[in-house]
């Protein structure tokens, strides 16, 4: 099918060429970064940062990255496969997260997720810009999610070629009570009295899992990426409940797209090794009844001993994961 834009190239990334000045990133190493400004929303100022390594070979291929929830971009072993596959790799610190997140803000606070649309859209017209004509673009948790609704809402879009979820958040993993009447009037709430808050709810262990400071092997800033958030807003448990009941309701994609996830989900109050082997944030079952309902050239595959993030697991389970998305994109975008 013959993709057709929405999105025009706006006049100030044409006419205003320091606005497409790149300074060195925090991660060194050749990545770079780019701050978008926005409108001021119901917080103040708002932007949101664009960061890029580009393939030492020429290519006109590349991702965009979103991250989850409580989360930035820090993978630089991930942007680094992608390199080695001739792909040019972009990943958006969403607006208030990691290096987008400003003093008067709070963390994660949005009340619809198509809030992101303006730093989404931008990003990729700057990709589009930069001589890429193949993109495929992949979220994580949150950022499956978003991506997944983002590319339902913009078909026949020629700015991006697929979509790759690494365990996307289409459902809350609660109980089924708590879902189905909890949830629910929480969201409504929500929507009526957005800043009020409620507990963050999730557990350290996860993040115990991952950071070299404790039993992981990765090193982020605790700052961006807390082990435990205190608290959210009920607009963002609003936005994030609209945005998966889309997802939930026969959804279509008109682009490849693939879903990966962990073959089980792990719990439990104290730490033990088990939450180096398996999904100690969301239901994997969840996420597999709901891609399955995604229309369109949707493939799934499901990664043994995969943490949550999958590209985080430990060093044989990623390298099945990288296997994994480098097959299914040789398939579809050779």
Partial sequence: MKHTTRFMVPEFLVDNKTRLNYTPDVLGDGFEQLVLHFEDDYEGRVVATLVRKKSEAPTTKAILYIHGFNDYFFQREMANRFNQQNYNFYALDLRKYGRSYLN???LNNVRSIEEYDAEINEALQIIQLEKNTEVILMGHSTGGLIVTNYAGRHLNSHLFNGVLCNSPFYEFNYSF???????????????????????????????????????GEWDYSLTWKPHKIASVNLGFIHAIHQAQKNVQ????????????????????????????????????????????????KITLNQIENGMHDLVLSQKPVRETVYNKIFEWMDHHFK
């Fill in 104 to 106: 008067h803000q709070k």
């Fill in 177 to 215: 009570i708590s879902r189905k009447i909890g949830l629910p009037i929480l969201s409504y709430l929500g929507k009526h009295n957005p800043n009020l808050e409620i507990p963050g709810g999730l557990s350290p262990l996860y993040g115990y899992s991952i950071h070299q400071d404790k039993y």
């Fill in 249 to 296: 309701h026969q959804l279509s994609i008109d682009v490849p797209m693939l879903v990966l996830y962990s073959d089980k989900s792990v719990g439990g109050k104290n730490w033990s090794e088990q939450f180096m082997e398996g999904d100690s944030v969301l239901n994997v079952s969840h996420i597999e009844k709901y891609a399955h309902q995604i229309k369109g």
